[in-house]
């Protein structure tokens, strides 16, 4: 790290992420002013929380210019908008602004693998995580995954291999972020309510690789447009993988097996028979992980294996039951409309489908195109329950169902749904204003189903 090290560091927001970089850099001797704009929080909680530093400083309310003149450097917490006015306070002071990741890159040794895209992240962040991990003895499966990189960074050895999720919102402030490999899954629209325009998230997505040089890797969709007409400007060599077509370098699906293609060579990975997975999206998410395992170094053997025993993620089209014949899947995770479409697509059985949530701006037209006639009910909970209700009445989507909760979804499908059929949570939405987070909404709704 560049600057002074007796030099204080900001660190903006109070939740997990800010007290996870607080904690790092205590442990390495920073002194740090901890800052949360709710005047309501506990000081006295939050100073343990950090382990009672002595050269702890917590700020609540207003940030002043004499808070900022302490300061060499500010840590941003992902929650927090970069146009946010205190934001814009410390870059006016002259502050550089780093993201939690690029703090805990600093203080990272050994290996990066980096995964990022709208969809995708979490199965394939935690397959990469288990190929590696069967194959290698040190390694870190971190990020947007639940695991703070920030907590886990002063951990790693130099024969480590650090496995991270990042969300676009991390990448935001990166400054020298730099994986071995990196892998964009795909580009669909997401969280427009806070980078306004596509064109701003897909360079911020891309950003990714910026760091990158031509001894690494970056992993991309073939079948996305965007990422395909992004590879000639990028340093890093670019493998490619894609699921409609054969390619002459990367991985591909071909009718039911996946082959890699690589330096003139062509082989067999395995059949999708032999995957615990669903759907084509996976199957993408599967050849991704095989390219970063391949440019780490790990044998295919070893690949193969890891690939046979992996499981769904949890809350990524997650099977939970099969009740009096109908099987419960809980697709929680499928927080925008590109997902929720990868999850009907993946479905073989006629659905009860439960969705709505909060309103982060979509259209929901694609979506409801894509149900194909499988949908036989739709329950709708949420602020954006009319609006998907509207869009699904345009294109003949007539059995419809309003419900005020979880509980009263859950028990509507179990009602409508008959043997044979499936019932999916795929909400197409954020779970804000009814839970606090996906994983909240999906478990309520695992529950709900085992107590049926």
Known sequence: MNQNQKEKVLVLGAGISGINAGKLLTEVGRPVILYD?????????????????SDLTIVLGELTDEVLAQA???????GIPTDADFVMQVRTAGIPVWSEIELAYHYAKGRLIAITGTNGKTTTTALTGKICADYAESVFVVGNIGNAYTKE?????????????????????????????SAVLNITPDHLNRHKTMECYTNVKLSIAKNQSPEDVVILNYEDDRLRA??????????????????????YLKGEEIFLALDGTVTRVCSIQDLNLLGRHNYENVMAAVLMAVSIGIPMDSIRHSLSEFRAVEHRIEFVEEKNGVAYYNDSKGTN???????????????????????????FDE???????KVKQLILMGATARQIADTAAKYGVENIVF??????????????????????????????????????RGRVFKELVHAL
Not at 155 to 180: D, G, M, Y
Not at 232 to 248: K, N, Q, T
Not at 339 to 363: N, S, W
Request: charged residues 20%; hydrophobic residues 45%; glycine residues 8%.
């Open 37 to 53: 704009g709710n005047k309501e929080k506990n000081e006295a909680e939050l100073r343990e929380q950090l382990g009672n530093p």
């Open 367 to 373: 979506w409801i195109q894509a149900f194909d006639g």
């Open 337 to 363: 409309v590109d997902a929720a479409i990868q999850a009907i697509r993946a479905m073989i059985r006629p659905t009860v489908l439960l969705g709505g949530g909060y309103d982060k701006g979509a259209e």
């Open 153 to 181: 960074a002063l951990k790693t050895k130099e024969e480590s291999i650090t496995v991270a999720e990042v969300s676009s919102f991390q990448l935001e402030n990166i400054v020298n972020f730099h994986p071995q490999v």
């Open 230 to 251: 992004a590879a000639p400007e990028m340093m890093p060599r670019v493998l490619f993988f894609s699921s409609a077509r054969e390619l002459p370098e990367g991985a």
């Open 403 to 440: 419900v005020d909760s979880m509980e009263e979804a859950v028990q509507t499908a179990a009602k409508t749904a008959e043997p044979g059929d499936a019932v999916l949570l795929s909400p197409a939405c954020a779970s804000w204003g009814m839970f606090p987070n996906y994983e909240v």
């Open 72 to 78: 060499g450097l500010c840590v941003i917490s992902p």
